[in-house]
RNA sequence: GCGGGCGUCGCCAAGUGGUUAAGGCAGCGGCUUGUGGCGCCGCUAUUCGGGGGUUCGACUCCCCUCGCUCGCCCCA
């Protein structure tokens, strides 16, 4: 490699590519917006202690994933992986919990130093929804059914929504025990990597990809069989109002998702076009973190969306690329002045506007015209400029000469009004 | 971190040991020194991701390295 090259897993969004991205993004703000969410901007680095402490140190993201520094003041520094615990620590630290319910969105890069493949980036991208301070079942749906909205918005199809209770900390650990006691009967059919997990984190044995592994899962105790009572009324209320709503969803005992804050409630939407990275937006109720990271006891709930994930299944006639309306063809440098003062003058009027700056043929500057998909041709020359004078000339229908127009080139107002025509 | 596939011009792509590395798109110039969409003609890789090796000779074989890609792990 002689040439520099961008890190590995980050990618540079070049123009076509940065289009789509605003074009998502705009209407993620509008669902906000309109959902009376507030936007919060979070630092990309953090202690490296608010990761740890906040996501689990047991969990693969902290304990291999982090891109982390020690900086010149000798602190351990973070670039964050997720959007959660820098969200929680902000609302802590400006003391927005004493001030009502918050309902919040963020959207930006997230890092985690991974090995890259399909809709997997070391930095990547999410655009996520947090609700502090709401405990009602009815938040728990409204939260999911502004990820689902915004996901149908776009046109996706194909998008199934599964979700399962966790049940309380105690119900957690009632059902971890359960299935250690269980699982440990079989170990013998276990592999390395579940045997390890057995140890660690055995909840994650649930979503493990092995065939085999899932066969003897079948026979495996539910978590949804431990549920006190509570979480279990709890549950079947989301359920009621999810039916309400009509949003369709599917229960999943096996979804427990990979960050230790978890409870009650956690969900995923999954599309079978993305392949092994299937989730699009995966979320959940976390109800003990704003108090672990020293905040006060506030019920929680939020989601995430992995951008990457979610552009590449948005077809490409979702797309349509912006074109210019007018084409300034040109020749001459006083000519190029002029062009240059009469495209500011259509900007400011709100025109897109393209200058040919090649100073070629204008035979050679109209097939540019014609290829840049411009509705008119504003032509600038020598004839033009001894007249003072501008030609506008349409490049649309389907005559090669629809008529000309010529107008004086100090009539703004003129001129706006044909190119308007 | 582990395993499989791949890397030839801005993009797509032929070539798989032997004289000048096809072709298409895009770009530029011309046919037409001031008027478009079609057509035709020309130009555009001293070089095959990078480095080393084998060979009389390598884009083609071997090794290393970088990157991409698919899967595992994990997650959005």
Redesign the pocket.
Known sequence: ??NL?S???M?DLLPSQAERWQKVEALARNHFRRAGLGEIRTPLIEHTELFSRGIGET???VGK?MYSFIDRGDRSCTLRP?GTASVVRSVIQNGLLSQGPQRLWYMGPMF?Y????????RQ?H?IGAEFFGLSSEISDAEIISIAWDFLNDLGLQELTLEINSLGTTEDRKKYRENLVAWLENFSEQLDD?SLK?LKQNPL?IL????AHIQELLNGAPMIGEVLCQRSQDRFLNIQSILNSLGIPFTINQKLV???DYYCHTAF?ITSKQL????????GGRYDGLVEQLGGPATPSIGW???L??LLILLSEDYFKKEVPEVYIVN?GCKAQIEALKLARDLRKSNFLVDIDY?G?????Q??????SNASW?V?I????LLQKEV?L??????????GEHFVKISDLNQIIERLRS
């Open positions: 490699m002689t090259q890190l590995r897993g990618i969990t693969d993201v994933e997720e985690r991974e090995r890259p493949q399909a809709g997997r980036q990547f999410q990597q997990q994650r979503d493990s990809k092995k998702r990979g960050l995923e392949g092994a990275q299937a989730t699009v937006c995966g995430a969306i992995g990457e994930r020749k090649s070629s043929a204008f035979s050679k109209f097939k540019r015209a014609n290829r041709a032509v020359g020598d004839q033009e030609r000339k349409s490049l649309k229908g389907e005559t090669i000469d629809p």
